[in-house]
């Protein structure tokens, strides 16, 4: 079993991009390696990109690619030319994401029809919210795929204790693009909510 996590870059470099698709990709791959299963990042920029490198990896038997940003029928001719390997469209954080795409919503419906008529492709949300908005406006199944983070290299043997004295202040900061859809909103409603329980 080979995983490749594909995603669009939108960078002016072909094959480097720091933008979240990519980050997450990494980290999900990172994670994967981990427990034993072979796994890519890749970095496209059109359907077209994607068809013309999976020919050069035989060993690939899944592909997971973020957000419904490739057309339905350039899902058909992938899907049609490549029906050994399981594909599957992973959405991002929750329904308004879809908006980030201009075809979003429409290539987000086109899937849910793709999975009726390919064997080899799913439907995914790495949100269980979204997963369960699916399944509830469409009455179609949709897989939950979350976000793998590789912690590995991050845990230190003498992290000292969390620990909150009363009367002391938690300082708590929010990083990442300032954005209607980076959900800045939500990480301070999650931080009002963290105080009210301390």
């Not at 075809?103 to 899937?111: K, R, S, W, Y």
């Amino acid at each position: 079993m080979k995983v490749i996590l594909a995603y669009k870059n939108f960078a002016t470099q072909p094959g480097v991009s720091h933008i979240g698709l990519g980050v997450a990709g990494i980290n999900n791959a990172k994670t994967l390696l981990a427990a034993g299963i072979a796994c890519e990042v890749w970095a496209v920029q059109t359907a077209a990109d994607l068809i013309k490198r999976l020919p050069t990896d035989p060993a690939v038997t899944h592909v997971i690619v973020s957000a419904p940003w490739i057309a339905i029928a350039d899902w058909t001719k992938i899907l049609t030319q490549f029906p050994s390997i399981w594909f599957a469209v992973n959405c991002h954080s929750n329904v308004g994401f879809l908006q980030a795409d201009s075809n979003g919503v429409a290539n987000m419906e086109g899937c849910l029809q793709l999975e009726k008529g390919y064997p080899n492709f799913r439907f995914s949300g790495n949100c269980r919210a979204f997963v369960r908005w699916i399944r509830d406006a469409y009455a179609a199944p949709c897989q939950y795929l979350p976000n793998l983070y590789y912690l590995n290299g991050m845990t230190r043997t003498n992290r000292p204790n969390f620990t909150v004295a009363p009367g002391t202040v938690l300082r708590i900061g929010c990083f990442g693009a300032v954005r209607p859809l980076k959900n800045a909103m939500s990480a301070g409603a999650a931080a009002i909510e963290i105080a009210s329980r301390l």
